[in-house]
């Protein structure tokens, strides 16, 4: 203990000035923790020695006070690894942990952190303050959990990073059964939420805020100043479940999902940033279920997602919905927002499926259209012009419009009462910030009942003088710099710079799997040309590139047991196979997933390369995903399987890949599963899968299809099948498309191959 | 204007001090008063002159100040009665009307009272104060209305007296459509709701708190320190179906109905007085459905409803209940409540029907117990043992049983662990009033959480110290005079007297027309021997008696036109028929009630009489109701058809009378619809009608009913058939009983007339 009074003076030095604590209490190991937090009384700070803190469930329990808060902290901020399987949990009050980092690991428990210790012992006034969770997935996709969930009331999760989550479960979410969870003004404020990879289906919001089931409590929850950054897990980022939440001043990034009022009521959404690229359609806005939402103050710059992913997306509701599902949108205020190149930006009546009434039960029907709605003050550019600013999936004849302009650049529309056209240029404020300069446009804002409750603007401005319609007053505008990542997460955490991969030569005489196993992540393996006979599944765990070193191929000969695989995709694995011959002996398969604990998403893209011979070319198994798979400029034959991706048969809306995509690929004589990707469940708010077939030749495929169907894509909401020829397959149908979704096919030839055939409703199970 | 010195001197005399006025102005009719409506500024003050003003309807529309109101009043408090077709709206802010009194008309509107002047001209922080509204009733029964209707912000209405309401539509009712309504805080304080008779089927609420669409909106409405007198028009008194409305020290006093959490959440029900006689089964306590609601310092004294109408009635919800449907109850309270004498008090999964499955949709089925609900701190005294304190429809394993305990006087229960056996008294605060005297009683207060936030008991003593289980603290309880009626309603309003009626002797030389014309409320005809012919209908507008002055019966043949009646039972017609021979010309009838305009119930009862040669005995019309029809040591012979109260055939619940009595009758040759009595529509919360059949004899009846039945009475909730003969009724069935509500028989002899069966579950239309 001689270090003990250099170590308090440095702790001393470290605290914030509000928060006193007077008694540093350093531990090595979990026993001296433990005995740490047993004994702790207010003020005290218990300090983590640096190394890594393996298979550690911390159960914080204590009771710290305002002045005096008990600290759970790293001896050095981000040196501290908790690994392997770990979890952290707070019973009490005013209790804080700092600087830790999550990684190489997994809850044993539904949560990483849990503001509980058990259902009767919650968290109150405790936060989680400058940490890091990276990759923390459990082994099976289909295990859920969350890896903050928040219980109790006035919790806080402030200046973490939190990225990489690929098992179901939202990121972080707030539970609110029971009364000591409602009222709960917790904060979620100024955290990176790095990228979260496409979970395909379901169960993968970034932040959900309560269920259906609590959607009758007030949460008071706010998330605030946080930068969400990639995060693609499902169509919802945010999912707000329950009443009075705020999302404010908030960025996001590049995301593919909305921000969504699922249930639950007047949430405000106010002040934030919805950044897109006019390229990805996947990038959304918001979008609005239930009652007494105000979206107020947001900006919104080249979203051109559509229907569900508008950046202005006002749902059907169900008449008398079940609690579970979609109430009518009533006395919702969408005011002084900004849109600047942003496609079709204002769309309603989303989701409305009455053409479905046929193959849904009444209760599925979402036929109310919004009512007691406003939408006023809000101010669109286009730098072309948009033909259809407003769409109706349903009449919007329940919204009332005021003072909405657009600048269309000269595009005149028909709907001018709704949206007056004006003539205004933009300002550049930083990179995506383009602001409306309204100097030269004459367009008083509408006063709306309680509007004066909208006291500033987008960047903190006041309202009340120079107020203006559009999400900025008329002011001098200085760059918000929303993308310095230094204002978000832990202070001490970087994200790796991506490293260029170096190219390792490889000779048959070489030991294949030994070069692919000391490869390191992004490094490209270059066979030179000759026969490379492998006899045992070569691991792919890490971003890797295989290529033959010259136009000439080289060849993989496979020799592996039955239903093993030429590369067994492991976690992590992404493998680009790029020009090489790759035979199999008939019983054993390409490429594969593992059978299980596939803790990490695979991903395979295959180019100019031959795949013969094998029991299977692809086979994906359950509860493992693939962000893209790619099949280009590649021979396929003599095969009894093809492209098996439909292993998630359990109808929850979940899938095996995001992006299946085969072009200018040749199929011969693939005697079934050609390619067998599947969705199942009737779940509007799943919108992928995306197969794209195209420039293709089927040849002699389908002898042994049991359904008689040479592309089976059931449930995939995204289908393209165009240019191909399908030519002496022996099944009935090529393709039978599911017209209602978005199902396309166009200038396929088919020669003695049966037909494609639109069914408009398919018939599906009810997920809920 | 000589006098317009001395009367702004009387006003300003009259005034509060904290609403200042300037300047009186006095109207004599409506002319004027528009013109004073229209040039109003704040402070001034609107006189209507005393005496009668008819077929006014007042558009309140202004603009006052919080220190500077404007007022409309009457010249004299009580002197002013608006009458005709009438109605006011307010339009504006601060606002107030005082001392008026409605009457002998209705509303040409949906409102007697409307804080809106059109949907877009909504009140704030307008008031009704000292008003009275009797029998305003449109007139027809199914015209619905309002008499005050809530819209906009901080509203009140307080100090005034209503009662009589027998159409359709709740007497006070709170809108939330809209944000402008939303978060209202309106009050309704200090009002005195005076007898709302018995309507038959749903929408006779007392007061409803918005409904199930807007049942998502905070509405913070308060109804505190209200008095409710026999407020029996439906099985809710007070129906909340918004969130955080606060339902504090009122007083239930012999009202048949209850307190019901029907939609919405988070109600508070604190301090409130439910007043019962130990007899009647229709009073109720408060009823729970939905999430979050407190149930606190509550007293019950000699309620013996049961199931729906039980002091406590905690229902089972429909899992992902539709909107208008059954939420779960989750999150609830019910402590420190006292209940004296009182049958059963505890009930749980009311309204199961899980054993319905059959014949109702999914969507119908509550099946969801109560979860996450705590029952703490409540005290239950009977002075006659009770068996069942705790009734469980279906399992109340979600509930948490703390620190409760029964003085059961002896009677041992094996439930001791939920109710904790105790041996204490009562203290008589009152003649209602009894109040455990736990001073020998040792059980701690449970404190579950935020139990702190009960700051005072039932009579505002402060829980802080001498905290004890039960409704009050331990201390001396003063009487708080719970039945003064001058604490309650208009300073200036006395409800009529009863007053004793006069004999009015009659002879057959007499006109019988003219002396029931000429008799006042509560006279009795006292006819003489002999034979009274009548040619036209006998109009009965009032409560009357007609007798034969001795033994021997007066008789009284009814030569009227075919299907005209003997007695026309117009509004407010209650006819007692006593020791009479009647007869009729075969084609006409003997009892029926208007056609139409029935603005008021009518009711009858007949004894000691013979009614013989009718078409029918009694024909109620749609749109009509009595609270009771009775029939005691009748003969009723040789007609075509017996007691028709069948006409609310649109299966929406309701139903032509409550209580129908026939007891120690004869039937003979009645050739169809001998007892016809319908109730339509699948609708758990009516509860009602109710049908008693004893010691009577039918002979020789129902020849020509169709059905094949002798009694109908589809959808009669409450049935008892028992003691009675059936003999040579060419019928198939005497009854058909609904087994799962409560309809009952015994003792019945039957020959050669069919049978009587039971029915478990009967098929009803959907009504939601």
Same mark, same amino acid.
């Given at each position: 203990m001689k270090n003990s009074f250099l170590i308090i003076s440095i702790f001393l030095l470290l605290i914030s000035c509000n928060e006193k604590t007077t008694n540093a209490v350093f531990v090595e190991n979990k026993s001296e923790l433990k005995e740490a937090i047993k004994n702790a009384k207010p003020g005290d700070d218990i300090v983590l020695k640096d190394g890594i803190w393996k298979d550690v469930e911390i159960k914080f329990v204590g009771k710290g006070t305002k002045e005096s808060p008990i600290i759970l902290r790293a001896e050095t901020a981000g040196k501290v690894f908790i690994e392997g399987v770990s979890n952290l949990s707070f019973g009490g009050e005013y209790l804080t942990v700092k600087d830790l980092h999550f990684r190489n690991g997994y809850s044993p428990t539904k949560e990483v952190i849990a503001f509980r210790t058990d259902s009767k012992n919650l968290a109150s006034n405790c936060r989680v303050t400058n940490c890091v969770i990276v990759d923390f997935n459990k082994l099976q996709r289909d295990n859920d959990d969350f890896w903050v969930q928040f219980y109790g009331r006035h919790n806080q999760l402030d200046h973490c990073y939190l990225a990489g989550k690929t098992n179901g479960g939202p990121t972080v979410r707030v539970d609110l059964k029971g009364i000591q969870s409602i009222k709960n003004y917790h904060k979620i404020v100024n955290n990176h939420f790095g990228p979260r990879p496409r979970k395909g289906g379901a169960r993968g919001e970034t932040i959900q805020l309560g269920s259906s089931f609590t959607s009758m409590s007030p949460s008071n929850t706010t998330i605030a100043n946080n930068f969400f950054e990639e995060c693609n897990g499902e169509v919802e980022i945010i999912s707000s479940k329950t009443n009075f939440n705020e999302i404010k001043n908030n960025v996001f990034y590049?995301?593919?999902?909305?921000?969504?009022?699922?249930?639950?009521?007047?949430?405000?959404?106010?002040?934030?940033?919805?950044?897109?690229?006019?390229?990805?359609?996947?990038?959304?806005?918001?979008?609005?279920?239930?009652?007494?939402?105000?979206?107020?103050?947001?900006?919104?710059?080249?979203?051109?997602?559509?229907?569900?992913?508008?950046?202005?997306?006002?749902?059907?509701?169900?008449?008398?919905?079940?609690?579970?599902?979609?109430?009518?949108?009533?006395?919702?205020?969408?005011?002084?927002?900004?849109?600047?190149?942003?496609?079709?930006?204002?769309?309603?009546?989303?989701?409305?499926?009455?053409?479905?009434?046929?193959?849904?039960?009444?209760?599925?029907i979402r036929s109310a259209r919004p009512i007691r709605t406003t939408v006023a003050n809000n101010v669109i550019y286009n730098s072309k012009g948009d033909e259809t600013p407003i769409v109706e999936h349903d009449k919007a004849d329940g919204v009332l419009f005021k003072s909405n302009i657009i600048g269309n650049n000269g595009l005149y529309l028909k709907d001018d009462i709704r949206?007056?056209?004006?003539?205004?240029?933009?300002?550049?404020?930083?990179?995506?910030?383009?602001?409306?300069?309204?100097?030269?446009?004459?367009?008083?804002?509408?006063?709306?009942?309680?509007?004066?409750?909208?006291?500033?603007?987008?960047?903190?401005n006041s309202r009340?003088?120079?107020?203006?319609?559009?999400?900025?007053?008329?002011?001098?505008?200085?760059?918000?710099?929303?993308?310095?990542?230094?204002?978000?997460?832990a202070t001490w955490f970087k994200v790796d710079a991506?490293?260029?991969?170096?190219?390792?030569?490889?000779?048959?005489?070489?030991?294949?799997?030994?070069?692919?196993?000391?490869?390191?992540?992004?490094?490209?393996?270059?066979?030179?040309?000759?026969?490379?006979?492998?006899?045992?599944?070569?691991?792919?765990?890490?971003?890797?590139?295989?290529?033959?070193?010259?136009?000439?191929?080289?060849?993989?000969?496979?020799?592996?047991?039955?239903?093993?695989?030429?590369?067994?995709?492991?976690?992590?694995?992404?493998?680009?196979?790029?020009?090489?011959?790759?035979?199999?002996?008939?019983?054993?398969?390409?490429?594969?997933?593992? %059978?299980? &604990?596939?803790?990490?998403?695979?991903? =395979?893209?295959? +180019? #100019?390369?031959?795949?013969?011979?094998? *029991?299977? $070319?692809?086979?994906?198994?359950?509860?493992?995903?693939?962000?893209?798979?790619?099949?280009?400029?590649?021979?396929?034959?003599?095969?009894?399987?093809?492209?098996?991706?439909?292993?998630?048969?359990?109808?929850?809306?979940?899938?095996?890949?995001?992006?299946?995509?085969?072009?200018?690929?040749?199929?011969?004589?693939?005697?079934?599963?050609?390619?067998?990707?599947?969705?199942?469940?009737?779940?509007?708010?799943?919108?992928?899968?995306?197969?794209?077939?195209?420039?293709?030749?089927?040849?002699?495929?389908?002898?042994?299809?049991?359904?008689?169907?040479?592309?089976?894509?059931?449930?995939?909401?995204?289908?393209?099948?165009?240019?191909?020829?399908?030519?002496?397959?022996?099944?009935?149908?090529?393709?039978?498309?599911?017209?209602? %979704?978005? &199902?396309?096919?166009?200038?396929?030839? =088919?020669?003695? +191959? #049966?037909?494609?055939?639109?069914?408009? *409703?398919? $018939?599906?199970?009810?997920?809920?």
């Open positions: 590049k995301s593919e999902g909305s921000v969504v009022t699922r249930h639950g009521n007047y949430t405000m959404i106010d002040g934030n940033y919805f950044i897109g690229d006019g390229e990805n359609e996947n990038y959304g806005g918001i979008r609005i279920v239930n009652t007494g939402h105000w979206i107020v103050n947001n900006y919104f710059y080249k979203i051109i997602g559509e229907n569900f992913r508008s950046p202005l997306a006002v749902m059907n509701g169900i008449p008398k919905s079940p609690l579970n599902r979609y109430n009518q949108v009533t006395d919702v205020v969408v005011a002084y927002n900004t849109y600047v190149d942003c496609k079709s930006p204002f769309q309603f009546g989303v989701g409305t499926n009455i053409a479905q009434s046929a193959v849904l039960p009444k209760s599925e949206l007056k056209p004006a003539s205004f240029t933009l300002d550049t404020i930083s990179e995506n910030i383009m602001l409306p300069n309204l100097s030269s446009v004459d367009v008083e804002p509408y006063n709306g009942f309680d509007f004066d409750l909208i006291k500033t603007d987008l960047v903190g009340e003088n120079n107020n203006a319609i559009g999400a900025t007053v008329k002011a001098d505008i200085t760059n918000p710099n929303i993308l310095d990542k230094s204002k978000y997460g991506i490293v260029e991969g170096k190219t390792i030569k490889v000779s048959p005489s070489d030991n294949l799997s030994e070069k692919i196993k000391s490869a390191n992540k992004g490094d490209i393996i270059s066979l030179n040309e000759g026969k490379y006979v492998v006899s045992k599944s070569l691991i792919i765990d890490k971003n890797l590139t295989i290529q033959s070193s010259s136009e000439n191929k080289a060849e993989i000969v496979f020799e592996g047991a039955e239903n093993t695989p030429a590369f067994a995709l492991n976690p992590y694995g992404v493998l680009t196979l790029k020009n090489v011959k790759l035979s199999g002996n008939g019983k054993n398969q390409a490429f594969a997933s593992l %059978k299980e &604990n596939m803790s990490n998403h695979f991903g =395979l893209s295959v +180019s #100019g390369s031959e795949i013969s011979n094998f *029991n299977y $070319v692809l086979k994906a198994y359950k509860q493992t995903f693939a962000e893209t798979v790619t099949f280009k400029n590649t021979s396929i034959s003599n095969c009894e399987n093809g492209i098996e991706l439909s292993e998630e048969t359990n109808d929850r809306g979940d899938y095996n890949t995001e992006f299946l995509t085969i072009d200018n690929c040749t199929f011969n004589n693939v005697k079934q599963n050609v390619i067998d990707y599947y969705r199942g469940g009737y779940d509007e708010s799943t919108i992928g899968g995306n197969l794209l077939v195209t420039n293709s030749t089927f040849t002699n495929c389908g002898a042994k299809e049991q359904n008689k169907m040479l592309l089976n894509h059931r449930g995939i909401v995204n289908v393209n099948i165009n240019n191909n020829t399908f030519k002496n397959n022996k099944i009935q149908f090529v393709s039978i498309l599911w017209g209602a %979704k978005n &199902n396309v096919e166009s200038n396929n030839t =088919l020669i003695n +191959s #049966g037909k494609i055939k639109t069914e408009e *409703n398919l $018939v599906m199970k009810l997920m809920y």
